[in-house]
């Protein structure tokens, strides 16, 4: 049974750097053809894909946050990473991490996301 679970900083300050992790288990991130996404839902709209890492370590953004993103993995600890940096009250959402498992865009398992509220 894979699994995956998302953890930082709750609360960020209006210019940070959003830093969460996202630490998967019973899979490894390396696994030929798996992707592995980050997505945030902001209060009262709809979920919004971030970017993703691939199996060999290849990223791709969303064009809408792409300037600000950054995804990478510790393959040692089976963990992939996303930085948002310069984040704003906008950029508070609740955060989740998802596996898509053949690159085709439908993801299959799903940390139960982590909140991040940007206040000063």
């Known amino acids: 049974q894979v699994q995956l679970q998302e953890s930082g900083p709750g609360l960020v300050k209006p210019s940070q750097t959003l830093s969460l992790t996202c630490t998967v288990s019973?899979?490894?991130?390396?696994?030929?053809?798996?992707?592995w996404s980050w997505f945030r839902q902001p209060p009262g709209k709809g979920l919004e894909w971030i970017g993703y890492i691939a199996y060999s370590g290849r990223t791709y953004y969303g064009p809408s946050l792409k300037s600000r993103t950054s995804i990478s993995r510790d393959t040692s600890k089976n963990q992939f990473t996303l930085q948002l940096s310069y984040v704003a009250p906008e950029d508070t959402a609740v955060y989740y991490c998802a596996r898509d498992p053949t690159g085709t865009l439908g993801w299959d398992y799903w940390g139960q996301g982590t909140q991040v509220t940007v206040s000063s």
């Open positions: 019973g899979g490894s991130i390396t696994t030929n053809d798996h992707y």
